[in-house]
């Protein structure tokens, strides 16, 4: 089992959809929460970053961190075909691995107007 | 403010054979990472590094992958000899401290024949 798993999919919606991406885990040292987005064919960039659990809001963007039951979202509103993307969760904690983050696998999303 | 580069950005080479990635960080960036991406999979941690010091080489599969920062800022991974499963993207990321935010490359992506 790793130790972030996150749904592949594809998932396709409308613009304008509310969409859902989510990541579980298994390790209770993680404290801090990432969202990364990355196009085809480039590099990860930073989406979203939480420590510990609570939300936070940046624009249409919202993440959620649930460390009582190791969940983690990303909700995208208005959601716009530029959104087209895959994103990845990441996590990482302060312990021996100190600075390695953790990630999933990615889901990929796919918007269409 | 020019961001992470890498080089090659693709490079296809026969098994068995030498191959040699590099990076340049952001200006100013002490710690500097090696993340392998395999297709469909998220990064995962090669090694980091702390101005020369590679603080964290556990995951680097040692018998035919090396790596060097010299001088504390740009860094070359090397991989002899190159083996069919060692195709993937290669991504190098920066950032100014150890629980920063990670500025990625756009990665070097390898086909081994």
């Known amino acids: 089992q790793k130790e972030v798993e996150q749904d592949p999919g594809p998932l396709s919606v409308p613009e304008g959809a509310i969409v859902s991406l989510n990541c579980t885990y298994s390790?209770?040292?993680?404290?801090?929460f990432m969202w990364y987005r990355q196009y085809s064919r480039k590099g990860p960039e930073l989406l979203m970053y939480?420590?510990?659990?609570g939300n936070k809001e940046d624009g249409r963007f919202t993440a959620q961190v649930d460390k009582s039951s190791k969940y983690i979202s990303l909700f995208i509103r208005d959601s716009q075909p530029s959104d087209s993307a895959t994103y990845l969760c990441a996590m990482s904690d302060r312990g021996s691995t100190l600075g390695r983050l953790y990630f999933g696998r990615g889901t990929q999303l796919t918007v269409w107007p | 403010e020019a961001g992470v580069v890498q080089s090659p950005r693709y490079k296809i080479i026969e098994k068995k054979q030498p191959v040699a990635f590099w990076c340049n960080p952001i200006s100013g960036h002490n710690t500097l990472y090696w993340y392998l991406q395999n297709l469909g999979q998220g990064p995962e941690l090669l090694i980091r590094y702390e101005n020369e010091e590679a603080v964290d080489d556990s995951q680097l599969p040692k018998d035919r992958f090396s790596a060097e920062r010299l001088k504390g800022v740009d860094s070359t991974l090397k991989i002899q000899p190159a083996e069919l499963g060692d195709s993937a993207v290669y991504l190098c990321a920066s950032s100014l401290v150890v629980t920063g935010e990670l500025f990625f490359g756009e990665g070097s992506r390898l086909t081994v024949l």
């Open positions: 390790n209770s040292a993680f404290q801090y």
């Open positions: 939480t420590y510990s659990s």
